[in-house]
């Protein structure tokens, strides 16, 4: 069965600080890979969207970046966090040419930036 | 752009029946999904519809007017555990990846 892990699932950060959050999926092969982030009262936003290894779309002009260096693991970073970054971020993959496919959601990283 | 509109908030009584609507405008729909999130986690996938018509599946059910641009998703027989965020989301282009909308939050009292 296919699996999906996401981490830290908690962490705390002083504003201007390097973020990393890192997702892997297991039991499956070249899956589309996503970066979404959930801000208080708000909806679900696309951050970045993987079709295969180093291919990424951004959604959302922004300090983040993602990078995709092996077919099932996808990073989240950033070079210096902003108080406005702080929120539930969360990685989700779906199958590759299947155009109706669900998306499977890791378990989630909150992000507080001080 | 894509708008996806539902309501914040609802409340229900358990074993009753509830119905949260979403309408969304978008260009090149292509289908339109629910998924339950309970606080704190991830959301999880309930159905999708790419047909006008009812899909059902155990107590819940999700109807789809792509001509109105309206979704609802119904629930039956509530229980205290349904009490959690649903997620709207429609996809639309070539990429097929889902836009969600803010999402209804339901709470189910005794």
């Known amino acids: 069965s296919q699996t999906i892990h996401q981490w830290p699932a908690t962490l705390v950060q002083p504003v201007g600080s390097p973020l990393s959050l890192e997702c892997t999926v297991e039991?499956?092969?070249?899956?589309?890979l996503y970066w979404y982030r959930q801000a208080a009262g708000r909806g679900l936003q696309l951050l970045f969207y993987?079709?295969?290894?180093?291919?990424i779309s951004s959604e959302v002009p922004q300090n983040l970046s993602a990078s995709r260096p092996q077919d099932r693991q996808f990073i989240l970073s950033s070079k210096k966090l902003l108080l406005s970054d702080s929120g539930f971020y969360l990685c989700a993959w779906s199958v590759r040419d299947y155009a109706t496919g669900e998306l499977f959601f890791g378990e989630g990283s909150r992000l507080t930036v001080l | 752009g894509q708008n996806i509109d539902q309501p914040t908030e609802m409340t229900a009584t358990e074993g009753a029946i509830v119905q949260i609507n979403c309408t969304y405008q978008?260009?090149?729909?292509?289908?339109l999904f629910w998924y339950q999130q309970h606080a704190g986690e991830a959301p999880t996938f309930l159905s999708y519809n790419v047909l006008d018509g009812l899909e059902e599946k155990g107590r819940f059910s999700s109807f789809l007017s792509r001509s109105k641009g309206y979704s609802y998703l119904l629930l039956k027989e509530l229980q205290m555990k349904d009490s959690a965020s649903y997620l709207c989301?429609?996809?639309?282009?070539?990429?097929?990846?889902?836009?969600f909308g803010r999402g209804t939050s339901l709470i189910v009292h005794p």
């Open positions: 989301a429609a996809s639309s282009g070539g990429s097929y990846i889902p836009t």
């Open positions: 039991g499956t092969s070249n899956p589309n």
């Open positions: 978008t260009s090149g729909f292509n289908g």
């Open positions: 993987s079709v295969g290894i180093g291919q």
